[in-house]
Structures are given as structure tokens and as C-alpha cells.
């Protein structure tokens, strides 16, 4: 199989990559009290060994209180923190990969299930995390402002600690998603509103924040998702119309990627087309895209969550989608999570050696 395709460089703005391979943000829980350790860094940096295009961080949760319903989830504010990830991108760079952290406020969450819980409840647009589910409280317009403010300032530090670029995760139920959702937006002000249009207005005033701390020449990315975590089979766009109301505004307040997250990239978004939501969102707005789901494995992401191995799949769709121009980026979450020289293996044709993946995998920073 020709996988040249996936090995050509790419760039736009701040963003200059050696090949089209995303390492997609996967949650690790494997920094205390917040702060990335040096083993956190050094599972990144064998990544950019490893060849990775461009490595997006796991989430790491913006300065608000009730912004993480995980203690060992990691923080993109405080000296303490930082620091711990001036040390992950000094790495990175210094094996010579590229690098973004994904920004996050997870929203209104259900309580972990090791008992920890931050300070204050959780927050979001109505207090629901799913319809009928109330676990936190409705924001209030100053707490709607401290978090957008605090978006900015963790973008501003992402781009003063040298990252290459930084992601926000709009995508699957966590609070920016909460505001789009009419499931879990149930607000009657400017916040709310019965179209997906109306309910951008948050995601909007957070891309333009960020934009206006990082300026105009650094490559911001925006993670969305059709599915919700309490319903996959969920479309948030039902059409290509809806799509393109709900994108383009995002597109014109600064985004420059989309990283359409799905759990098969080969299912087509709506009948009528074989696209994908990436190539819907590309096809529609004009902007450089990021596809993700499944590639190189048998099995889904929500599988691996609940036990389930995977074994290596064929490249082959995802090559023939690429070269017809339907997305620019690829992101490969599971097989780089358990596999740091993956890349290396596909660009040489080794697929003999690729690993399949086990739910063991999640529970260590494997660096061999």
C-alpha cells in the first residue's frame, strides 16, 4: 500500500509538520495535584522520536474551579503546572516534533469514580451533563466571562511556553459542547436558543478570546463531535445546512482547523455522499480539516474504554479519502498510545510489526 500521501509536510501559520499523522489527545490521569511529571514528558517526547507529525497534548483544564472532575488530570495554569509542560514541549522540540496542548473545561461532569471532587460544583450552560441530569449549577454571566477570559490566558501561555499550536475541545459533552447541545443548553438568554446557530455564541466568544491572546499568525485548532458520549448515534447537525451553520461561524471568529471527531472516520456524516464529518466541515467552510476514528485499528475508542483489544486494520480507505482531498491531517489515537514508533513502522512498510491494542495500554505511559 502507497502511503506517501501521509508523509508529505504540512503548514499553516504557526504549524509546520514533517508528515499529515496527528497524535489525537487521549486522557492519561497521570499528573498529580494537576502538575505534568517528567515521565509525562518523556511519554510525549518518544512520540516526536517516534516521528509524529504533530502530538496534541491530552486535555489539560483552564483555570476555573470546578474545570476537572479528576485530580490527576493535568493543568494548563499555575507556576507549578506550567512548568511541568515548558518541560513536556522542550522535550518535544528538542527530538524535533511539533506540539499543542488541547485546552479544556469539562462541564458539568458525573462525580469520578474515585470519590474526588473539586471544590465548588460543576458548571455549565443549565447544570445538566446529559437530558434529565442535573449535576452542577447553571453559569451565570460572570462566571460565562472568567471562563472565556481564562480560555485566553491559557492559550496566551500555551503560545509563551513555544507551543506550536493549541486545540480546544469543543467535542463530546464537555462545556463548550454543553453550550451547543440543545440536550444540555436549556438557556433562554444570548447563551441559548432553539437553532445550533444561536448556541455557537459561546464557542465564538472563546475562539475570538484565544485569537485575540495568540494573534493572528498561530494556528488554533477546534475539536467537535456530532456523537455525545450518552449518545453516540447522536447528530448535533442533522444536515449539511445545520453543519454549515454551526461551523462557519466558528470558522470566521478564527479557527483555522477542524478536527472532526468520530468513531469510524469511514462512515459517511449524511446520506447522499460518502464524506465524512471532516470532509463535510472541509467541503463547507473552506478550512483545513483533521479526520479521526479507528484508523489502523479493528475496533472503536469507546470499545478500548470498555475492555475491549483491537487488532491492526488496513490504511487503505483512509489513503484513498486522503488523496481525493477530503481532509489534510489524520489523527491516530490507540495504536501511537501503545506504539510510540508507529509512524516509523507504517512510513517503512513494517506492518508486520505493529501492535494491536489492549485496554491495558491505558493504564501505563508506554515509551518502548
Not at 153 to 176: C, M, N, Q, S, V
Not at 335 to 355: H, S, Y
Request: no cysteine; proline share 5%; hydrophobic share 40%.
Amino acid at each position: 500500500m502507497n502511503t506517501e500521501s501521509l508523509f508529505r509536510p504540512f503548514a499553516l501559520k504557526s504549524l509546520n509538520i514533517k508528515n499529515r499523522i496527528v497524535m489525537a489527545p487521549m486522557t492519561r490521569s497521570f499528573s498529580p495535584n494537576g502538575v505534568p511529571t517528567a515521565e509525562v514528558a518523556n511519554y510525549y517526547s518518544k512520540r516526536a522520536e517516534g516521528e509524529v507529525g504533530l502530538i496534541l497534548s491530552e486535555g489539560t483544564v483552564i483555570d476555573r474551579p470546578s474545570s476537572s472532575n479528576d485530580g490527576n488530570v493535568p493543568h494548563f495554569y499555575g507556576a507549578d503546572a506550567l512548568s511541568g509542560w515548558q518541560n513536556v514541549i522542550n522535550g518535544v522540540h528538542a527530538a524535533g516534533g511539533a506540539m499543542g496542548p488541547q485546552i479544556w473545561h469539562m462541564g458539568v461532569m458525573d462525580n469520578h469514580q474515585s470519590g474526588w471532587l473539586p471544590p465548588v460544583p460543576f458548571e455549565g450552560p443549565s447544570g445538566l451533563n446529559r437530558p434529565g441530569n442535573k449535576n452542577g449549577n447553571a453559569m451565570t454571566d460572570a462566571d460565562i466571562a472568567d471562563t472565556i477570559a481564562a480560555f485566553g490566558r491559557a492559550a496566551a501561555d500555551a503560545k509563551r511556553l513555544g507551543f506550536d499550536t493549541l486545540e480546544l475541545h469543543g467535542a463530546h459533552g464537555y462545556l463548550i459542547d454543553q453550550f451547543f447541545w440543545e440536550g444540555t443548553n436549556e438557556r433562554t438568554d444570548q447563551y441559548g436558543g432553539k437553532t445550533l446557530a444561536e448556541r455557537t455564541r459561546f464557542g465564538v466568544e472563546v475562539i475570538k478570546e484565544v485569537r485575540k491572546q495568540v494573534g493572528e499568525d498561530f494556528a488554533l485548532i477546534i475539536r467537535l463531535s456530532q456523537f455525545k458520549p450518552s449518545a453516540y448515534d447522536y447528530k448535533q447537525a442533522a444536515t449539511p445546512q445545520e453543519l454549515e451553520a454551526w461551523l462557519t461561524p466558528l470558522a470566521d471568529a478564527g479557527a483555522d482547523i477542524f478536527h472532526a471527531s468520530q468513531r469510524r472516520f469511514w462512515e459517511p456524516e449524511f446520506e447522499g455522499s460518502d464524506l465524512n464529518f471532516a470532509g463535510w466541515a472541509k467541503k463547507l467552510t473552506g478550512k483545513a480539516t483533521i479526520t479521526v476514528g479507528s484508523v489502523g485499528l479493528s475496533g472503536d475508542f469507546f470499545g478500548a474504554f470498555a475492555g475491549q483489544s483491537s487488532e491492526p486494520s488496513s490504511l487503505e480507505e483512509l489513503v484513498r479519502r486522503m488523496d481525493r482531498g477530503d481532509f489534510d491531517l489524520v489523527a491516530v489515537g490507540r495504536p501511537i498510545l501503545a506504539d510510540p514508533f508507529w509512524v516509523q513502522k507504517i512510513r517503512d512498510g513494517r506492518n508486520n510489526e505493529l501492535k494491536g491494542f489492549t485496554p491495558a495500554a491505558l493504564g501505563e505511559l508506554v515509551v518502548a
